[in-house]
């Protein structure tokens, strides 16, 4: 499992680097994020090694923001003051992107099997 | 005692034995309410508090805890590799799809957000709402947002979008099983995709690809809309 836990940190610090290159623009862990994707789609890194790395963190993901959640209380005045506003914007929101992605997706499908029709 | 109560090692059984607790509770109940999160970190803030342990000892006992989010971002880009034949296959009709729901997410959370009156900080804590924890809490932090605020955002709209999805999706008449799963996985992230499961192997798949991809598109995209609405 080590060679698999230096691999993800080595992609993690090496996102972190881009990262700081690109002044802070994308988040290093997402670049590092899509340089692993990339690694293992180019055949440079075994997807083997990284499964049980990756199928721990998954699993125990919710954990791992358990600490920071807790800090939600040194931001309960500005989520009280503001509660309407969180409310509706994520409701409205979340509604907007289940609807766009699904229309936009079935329209593609439909498009493409009225082209092999013809 | 104060010296035991504030030392990382308390600190960090404390939160995976309650976190632990929180996840037999959701198995036994099994009501989405109950999420794990929104169980322990009331009662996290609750104990802490109880026993006067300092929100900085705390931050400080469980950074080992909050360290492995960026980690767990990273692997995300194996996830998104196991789905890769999925993304081949789609590839121009689901990155335009997940593209276009992502800039109308940002562009809808930060007008009715403004509408309201909101400050900076809390529309930067929202505009990642739909990606999955950890790269929404990370993007957040970039934009000047409140991590807290954007975790506990993110379980909310993954629990709300988990039980509306399959209704709104019925009511639209969306038949493809691709469309579904998609539109699930990036409205919902991970709650989204354990709904799509429910709905079948096809919707489960391609939901998870749709997190990775909805989590990279908003990475890139909500710097991109903050800098024209300036």
Redesign the interface.
């Known amino acids: 499992m080590l060679p698999g836990i230096f691999i ?2 080595f ?2 610090a090496f ?1 972190e680097f881009v990262a700081w290159l690109l002044n ?7 670049i ?7 690694a ?2 180019f055949k440079l890194v075994k ?1 083997e090694q ?2 049980p ?2 199928r721990f ?2 699993d125990n ?15 309960l005045d ?2 009280s003051r ?1 509660w ?3 409310l ?19 329209w ?2 439909k498009h ?1 099997k009225g082209a092999e029709d013809r | 005692m104060e010296e035991w109560l504030h030392s990382e090692i308390f600190i960090l059984t404390l939160v995976i034995g309650v976190y632990l607790l929180a996840v037999w509770l959701f198995k036994k109940t099994k009501l989405s309410i109950l999420n794990p999160l929104l169980v322990s970190i009331p009662v996290l803030a609750l104990l802490t508090h109880c026993l006067g342990i300092s929100y900085e000892a705390f931050e400080k006992g469980s950074r080992i805890i909050s360290f492995l989010l960026g980690p767990t971002v990273v692997v995300m880009g194996y996830l998104l590799y196991e789905q890769i034949e999925q993304l081949k296959t789609n590839a121009v009709s689901i990155i335009t799809s997940v593209f276009v729901g992502c800039i109308t997410g940002i562009l809808s959370v930060v007008f009715i957000a403004r509408y309201f009156g909101a400050d900076h900080a809390l529309i930067a804590s929202l505009e990642p709402k739909s990606v999955t924890t950890p790269i929404a809490m990370s993007i957040a932090e970039r934009s000047g947002g409140i991590p807290a605020i954007a975790a506990v955002v993110v379980i909310v709209v993954g629990i709300f979008g988990g039980l509306v999805g399959p209704f709104i999706l019925e009511r639209l008449g969306i038949k493809s099983r691709i469309a579904r799963g998609l539109a699930l996985g990036s409205a919902a992230h991970g709650l989204g995709t354990a709904k799509a499961m429910e709905l079948g192997a096809v919707e489960g798949a391609i939901s998870g690809l749709a997190i990775g991809v909805m989590g990279i598109m908003t990475a890139i995209l909500v710097p991109v809309i903050e800098f024209f609405l300036k």
């Open positions: 993800v940190l992609f993690y996102g802070g623009f994308i988040p290093g862990s997402v590092g994020m899509v340089l692993l994707f990339a293992l789609g997807p990284i499964k790395v990756a963190l998954c993901m919710a954990l791992f923001f358990v600490p920071a959640g807790v800090g939600i209380v040194n931001a500005i989520l503001y309407q506003a969180v509706v914007a994520c409701a409205v929101s979340t509604v907007v992107v289940i609807v766009v992605v699904a229309l936009i997706q079935q593609f499908e493409r």
